[in-house]
Nanobody
Framework: VQLQASGGGLVQPGGSLRLTCAAS????????MGWFRQAPGKEREFVAG????????YYGDSVKGRFTISRDNAKNTVDLQMNSLKLEDTAVYYCASQGGVHLQFYNRLAYGYWGQGTQVTVSS
């Protein structure tokens, strides 16, 4: 299984970035997906999650109204559109997959596979 995150970079406050996670080696449409982030010296934080079909989405309080998660099961990808970026959004962003019946989007321990992370830096 491989989850490859891309799209990170340097952006000014108020700007936008779109992250993409490309999955391989798993039956993608049978997994819920999530994005987490980790800033230096902080714990890994839930950012957004999406159900297998894409019908249900979930967000951390700090990104609600600014970030949007989506998926394309035909392409085995999950995206994170990030708008109105703030300095505090600076972190390494990770995508992860979760199988099973009882999904726990906010719990990082419920995710079985993780990508390598992509750096997002918001700076003026």
């Amino acid at each position: 299984v491989q989850l490859q995150a891309s799209g990170g970079g340097l952006v000014q406050p108020g700007g936008s970035l779109r992250l993409t996670c490309a999955a391989s080696g798993l039956a993608f449409s049978t997994y819920a997906m999530g994005w987490f982030r980790q800033a230096p010296g902080k714990e890994r934080e839930f950012v957004a999650g999406i159900t297998r079909s894409g019908a249900g989405t979930y967000y951390g309080d700090s990104v609600k109204g600014r970030f949007t998660i989506s998926r394309d099961n035909a392409k085995n990808t999950v995206d994170l559109q990030m708008n109105s970026l703030k300095l505090e959004d600076t972190a390494v962003y990770y995508c992860a997959s979760q199988g099973g019946v009882h999904l726990q989007f906010y719990n990082r321990l419920a995710y079985g596979y993780w990508g390598q992370g992509t750096q997002v830096t918001v700076s003026s």
